[in-house]
């Protein structure tokens, strides 16, 4: 049977889209690179996925999952074409067993729902990517994916118990029982993996219980060194709170103009500082951050009163790049880790290929972390300005390694990243790598073209339309 | 070249044992099951293990490696002969890197070692296995090792930021650097995946600030089942103390001969409950942990009053199974979990289990995590006593299975378990799990006939020991 018919079949006539200017929504995700698939799927159930993925192994015509496509690393384009697996209608949250902490979801569940279904018992779920009111955790399973919260409470995969998946031959795996499981770790080999190796259909996901005080501090320096100083005067007094997010002065001004967030249009940089816990504790340890604030020469440190003002200081860092959007044509934001001691050179070493490349560069980031978000401004209409702005990027990430670093630490690999990998690993690591691509995804099939470089990756076979029978 | 001359030519002649008189002290380990290397080899270097696994390859011997040997499920055991790599001389701490907040060390680094090494700055390393005092980083790394504050902290993996390790074929790989490493995890698929597909030479760990307070709480209860109750309670007041361990009466009265504690010997349950944190938030848990263990009728909760106080509960829990050593000629212990919810039902049913087959067993766990460690006493000079312990085990946790749990939850699967891993799994999942076993160890060489059951995993092939040229 052609894919075509075949994929009808499974999903009805309802449950797939084929034409150019419905495709075209497609080809894009919260990163620069795009590409168009050949069709999109949106199956209901584990079972339909398999019977999708069985189809389309028979045509030999590539796969490639997607949330909400807000990902930044480009790990949900379909660069080799083919079938994009939509999971947007596989969104219920299957079961909430608060005794037991954990609730089972479908991957098109969206970030913030989980925590919206259980907030009104007292709990939530930890992992808060900026995007986390479009972004679905089947995405946030795949990238492992991050947010200002992730100094305390760890990245997704701290927050995933156990796994269902959907392998490239069709076959259904599901990854342990809810506690512990013995054996290798699937679940955290699977967490991350950014859809190359299965298609994630069921996810049992960690609930915490809400600290009883959260408060929330904005500290305002004249000097961003100051700021990357207070970090380190933090984590000395052995304090760590469960987010530091720092701003330098150029985006504060463009974050002020679109959102009025209350941030000072006047300072070089600020530290949005977050404390949870009983309310004796976060007393004790506001106190102590003023008293690092004041060391590392803050001109002041404001404590939001109360949870409208602690919410309008994290509307500003949330919308910080739709703010950005308002003044750029474009830009492109990186996510390189470094040594927490290293975050003041990095900033140096970024101002340098900012000049020498005289492209702007603001930065944003999670400080605890070390996790560095430059952001580079550009207008992509200026020919060679791309060129410029991926040459600057890569300095910085190619930095990053050096000092004991990362090249991502939040987003992923991708389709972005993928040539960088050689820069992280040796070759026999490389190798170790892409077996486990071959060991799940001999065909190549699953997502290709990202994550391992070109040459020990996956071959880019582009399908024609004319392959699906359409 | 003949194997015993390429080790000796590695090692130098000081750098192997291979008498059998010397080979009898590396048959068992902490479990219940034996099998005679070979050969045994002290490699000190990385290059040396890889050079020693290469000769072994050439030579297709098996190889096995090993740390203390405290582990209880049988992970260090030859069951197929061959090289026992011994990590005893490659056992130093390389680089301490306290503003970044972890450790370099090799993998015969003791457990305690590397707390003893950094405490006195204010920090420790987390997993604290019963063992601690002898136990090796590089077997914890082997059998994802956890603890009594595995409750609050986690088990290894979640403390492992790195590693370097040598492939069945003699390469050696390195998992990233110490941040967020990207693309696949094989940091967290090489911890617990029990010495079957790399031999690990070097482990970055979190290092953690110690809290400012550390309390510990004995409640003491009539009926087990009350202990049980509270641990629901103390759960549902949203309070996690790092440590929830339960001991039952027959167990108290035997570790209260052997190690004087102060465990009250008429008591049908105690609860060893540890807080930690600020002095204000410890003191308001106090007082909420008292009234939860008040209404779950407990005859008496005693709050350490001082350090010396708190190691001496400790010492009881830790020496527990040295005690009952001196009580039953052997003893099998296990390693179950089950949903916290499953606590009470799960002891009932390890009652009748005691019953129908007529053997003692006593209950020692992690509570808070729902880790159950059954412990069966015999006699094995007894014929048939051994059989029967092993059913009533394969009984308790095939139910821990049917409730939601696992056959494991610390000690690995190893070769005591592996039979029941498809109680487990399904076929589909056990095919990947062995097809990840194959791609790293297409020989079968490394830690052969463990992990996965009879069929799916790797044949047995017994070397004679006139195969290693002796």
Chains 1, 2 share one sequence.
């Not at 697996?85 to 596989?90: E, H, K, L, W, Y």
């Not at 997704?156 to 770790?185: C, F, K, R, W």
């Not at 941030?263 to 003023?290: F, N, S, W």
């Not at 486990?436 to 070109?454: A, E, M, S």
Request: include cysteine.
């Amino acid at each position: 049977m052609p894919l075509f018919a075949a994929i009808e079949k499974i999903v009805g006539p309802r449950g797939y889209l084929h034409k150019p200017e419905d495709l075209a929504l497609y080809e894009y995700d919260g990163g620069i690179d795009k590409s168009r698939p050949d069709l999109v799927v949106f199956p209901e159930s584990t079972e339909q996925v398999a019977a999708i993925v069985k189809a389309a192994a028979e045509a030999q015509i590539p796969i490639v999952g997607r949330g909400a496509g807000t990902g930044l690393s480009g790990g949900a384009i379909a660069r080799a074409g083919g079938v994009i697996v939509s999971f947007a209608r596989m969104n219920r949250i299957l079961e909430i067993d608060l005794p037991n902490e954990r609730a089972i979801v479908q991957p098109g569940v969206v970030n913030i729902d989980i925590t919206s279904a259980v907030e009104a018992d007292g709990y939530f779920y930890a992992p808060d990517p900026s995007s986390q009111r479009a972004c679905t955790i089947g995405g946030n399973v795949s990238e492992n994916s991050g947010g200002p919260h992730t100094l305390a409470y760890g990245v997704t995969t701290n927050h995933v118990l156990g796994i269902e998946a959907v392998l490239p031959d069709g076959s259904i795996i599901d990854t342990g029982s809810n506690y512990d499981q013995p054996g290798y770790d699937l679940t955290g080999l699977l967490v991350g993996s950014e859809g190359t190796m299965a298609l994630v259909t069921k996810i049992i996901v960690r609930l915490m219980r809400k600290p009883e005080v959260v408060t929330t501090l904005l500290a305002i320096y004249d000097r961003p060194e100051d700021a990357g100083d207070t970090v380190a005067q933090i984590t000395e007094r052995a304090i760590t709170p469960v987010a530091i997010e720092m701003l330098d002065g150029p985006l504060l001004r463009m974050i002020e103009d679109a959102v009025h967030a209350g941030y000072p249009r006047d300072a070089a940089a600020v530290l949005l500082i977050e404390l949870e816990g009983l309310k004796e504790t976060v007393d004790e340890q506001i106190d102590q951050i003023r008293a690092a604030c004041a060391l590392c020469k803050a001109r002041e440190v404001r404590v939001a009163a109360n949870a409208e003002q602690r919410e309008l200081l994290w509307k500003g860092r949330k919308n910080a790049f739709g703010a950005v959007g308002r003044f750029s044509p474009a830009y492109y934001v990186q996510d390189g880790v470094v040594p927490r001691t290293q975050i003041a050179p990095t900033l140096r070493f970024i101002e340098e290929v900012s000049k020498r490349h005289d492209v702007a560069i603001s930065n944003i980031f999670h400080a605890g972390d070390g996790n560095m978000h430059p952001l580079i401004m550009f207008d992509p209409r200026v020919p060679g300005e791309m060129e410029k702005v991926r040459r600057a990027s890569d300095e910085i990430l190619e930095y990053c390694v050096q000092v004991g670093g990362s090249i991502t630490g939040e987003h992923g690999v991708g389709m972005e990243k993928m040539e960088m990998m050689d820069r992280q690993f040796t070759p026999a690591t490389l190798d170790t790598i892409a077996a486990f691509k071959k060991l799940f995804d001999p065909g190549c099939r699953l997502n290709p073209g990202k994550v391992l470089p070109t040459g020990r990756g996956c071959m880019e076979i582009r399908q024609r339309p004319g392959d699906l029978s359409l």
